[in-house]
């Protein structure tokens, strides 16, 4: 079992930066890979970006290429997402997971343990 527990979310203008981080527990966490995903009202769990056991490779998807950034510090079982260039659109509630296979995917069904989420809003 692994235990995943968020933080960092809240309220920021557009155009402004935050980080979110998660804290992992009940497993080595250099065995783990890491996803974060975020969810707004009446809209589908979409994959934001993802790390695997090593660190590398990172992944993301266009809508937040080149404004997001996952990164991991195995020495704290701590997963970051900065987050930077915020618009209105990244307004959802951010969920982290957790996968046992090396290579952390894109699809939430690949993940295995999930985190209950935290708010982030932009304002605009």
């Known amino acids: 079992q692994v235990q995943l527990v968020e933080s960092g979310g809240g309220l920021v203008q557009a155009g402004g930066s935050l980080r979110i981080s998660c804290l992992a527990s009940g497993r080595p966490f250099s065995t783990i890979g890491m996803g974060w995903f975020r969810q707004a009202p009446g809209k589908e769990r979409e994959f934001v970006a993802a790390v695997s056991w090593s660190g590398v490779p990172t992944r993301y998807p266009d809508s937040v290429k080149g404004r997001f950034a996952i990164s991991r510090d195995d020495a704290r079982n701590t997963v970051y997402l900065q987050m930077n260039s915020l618009k209105p659109e990244d307004t959802a509630v951010y969920f982290c997971?957790?996968?046992?296979?090396?290579?952390?995917?894109?699809?939430?069904?690949?993940?295995?343990?999930w985190g209950q989420g935290t708010q982030v809003t932009v304002s605009s």
């Open positions: 997971a957790a996968t046992t296979r090396a290579y952390a995917g894109t699809r939430s069904g690949e993940y295995d343990y």
